[in-house]
Each structure stands twice: as C-alpha cells, then as structure tokens.
C-alpha cells in the first residue's frame, strides 16, 4: 500500500467512519516523501517510535463520523503494517545506516 488515501479507506472499513476522518494521520505519516521521495522516507515514521509520536500529536483518540473513538495508536499501527508486514523499531532502520566519517562528529581544538 502506498498513498495515504489507501490507508484512509482501509482504516474507514476497519474502523468505521469516513476516510476524511483518517487522511491527516495517514498524511502525517508520509510527509516525510517531500524529503525522500522513495522508500526510505518511511525511516523517519514507520516505526514503533513513530507510531507513539503520532499519538502524541494527534491525541490518544481520535472521534469518527460515526461518533465512534478509535485509538490513534491503532490508526498508526494500521499504517506501518499495511507499508511495511510488520512494525520496526527505530533501530531497525538506523541499523541499516551506512556509516560515513562525518557522523562521528568533529574534534574541538580544547
Ligand atoms: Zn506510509
């Protein structure tokens, strides 16, 4: 699955409501597209890190159309695993981070 539009719909016939109620969620998780406009921009969301940062902003429920309270969490968890089979912890993805001399830092002359 790709588009936050796809995840929308898919969290409307799990969890009821309409797709609106759950495109900035979707939204929020992508964005990071604008960055890296391939599959590794799920590095910076799609993870289990992500997934409780996403509650953090959006809150610990969301209320859909149907008056119904969805735990944004579930929303999340919806996202990455639809993306991805399986959540990853953030350490998953830095683990596959080649190193490159600059990440080590600089030395300060005292
Ligand atoms: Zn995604």
Not at 17 to 38: Q, T, V
Not at 71 to 97: C, F, K, M, N
């Amino acid at each position: 699955m790709a588009h936050p539009w796809k995840h929308a719909e898919s969290s409307a016939k799990k969890f009821g409501g309409k797709l609106e109620d759950y495109l900035p969620i979707h939204n929020w998780f992508d964005e990071s597209k604008a960055f890296l406009p391939d599959f590794r921009h799920r590095a910076l969301r799609h993870h289990a890190e992500g997934v409780f940062l996403c509650e953090r902003i959006f809150g610990v429920a969301i209320t859909n159309s149907d008056g119904r309270q969805v735990p944004v969490r579930y929303i999340g968890e919806q996202h990455v695993r639809e993306d991805l089979g399986r959540i990853p912890t953030a350490q998953d993805w830095l683990s596959e981070i080649r190193s490159a001399r600059w990440m080590y830092g600089q030395r300060l002359g005292y």
